[in-house]
């Protein structure tokens, strides 16, 4: 898929979704609220100038595969639906198979 450099240029969306691209290419498009839950990711993109990423809402993760990213995008969202939840929280689950390349990954974006 192409982006055109324009189309993050509007306010509103630019500012409501960050685009994260796997090591393979793929590319999920998240809410910015939910890509903050990951220190990482909020180091990223605060703070002028430090990160181009500040500035593109673009982030290239050349070391996470689009399996593992879609499972940090789904935990994000887990996150944020359970966090202060006065309900039980259900368990996240994860595929044993998966579990060493989403924990290495999960620690590198310190979620």
């Known amino acids: 898929m192409t982006t055109n450099k324009n189309d993050l240029n509007c306010e509103t969306p630019k500012d409501m979704y960050v685009k994260l691209i796997s090591s393979d290419g793929h590319e999920f498009y998240i809410k910015r609220d939910l ?3 990951s220190q990482t990711i909020r ?13 593109t809402n673009i982030i290239h993760f050349r070391s996470i595969s689009s399996q593992v990213l879609a499972r940090i995008c789904s935990y994000f969202a887990y996150k944020a ?6 309900i039980e929280i259900p ?3 994860i595929a044993p198979e998966n579990a060493l390349e989403i924990l290495m990954a999960a620690n590198f ?3």
Do not use: H, K, V, W
């Open 43 to 55: 180091a990223m993109l605060s703070g002028p100038g430090q990160y181009a990423e500040n500035e």
């Open 109 to 111: 974006l310190d979620c």
């Open 35 to 37: 890509a903050l839950m």
């Open 81 to 86: 639906r359970y966090s202060n939840s006065a």
């Open 91 to 93: 368990e996240f689950p």
